[in-house]
């Protein structure tokens, strides 16, 4: 079992910066990679940014140039740093984990996701 706990939500302004974190803990061994997801009320959840188990990163297109992810393998933790936050930014941000099990000669995956944390951008 792995368990997820995401933080740093908050209220700021256009333009302002927010940094999230997410902690890991449990079985984090196998890994797979560990992103975040953001949902809007109405809206479907769409994926902000991920990094892989070799560093690789992908970010949505609405990310790119503003937000930055990044992994403490050390600490099993990851943070996403979001820069120039804009009204549409105002989400639920999930952070999710994806881990590779093998049971009976069957590989499989699962993802595992935290409660959420809530950010608001105002005007």
């Known amino acids: 079992q792995v368990q997820v706990v995401e933080s740093g939500g908050g209220l700021v302004q256009v333009g302002e910066s927010l940094t999230l974190s997410c902690v890991i803990s449990?079985?984090?061994?196998?890994?797979?990679?560990i992103g975040w997801d953001r949902q809007a009320p109405g809206e479907v959840r769409e994926l902000v940014a991920v990094?892989?188990?070799?560093?690789?990163?992908d970010y949505g297109d609405f990310a790119r140039g503003r937000f930055t992810i990044s992994r403490d393998n050390n600490r099993n933790t990851v943070t996403l740093q979001m820069n120039n936050l804009q009204l549409e930014d105002t989400a639920v941000y999930y952070c999710?984990?994806?881990?590779?099990?093998?049971?009976?000669?069957?590989?499989?995956?699962?993802?595992?996701w935290g409660q959420g944390t809530q950010v608001t951008v105002s005007s």
């Open positions: 449990g079985n984090t061994s196998n890994i797979n990679s």
């Open positions: 990094v892989t188990n070799n560093g690789r990163t």
């Open positions: 999710n984990v994806d881990v590779a099990y093998s049971s009976g000669g069957l590989n499989y995956e699962k993802n595992y």
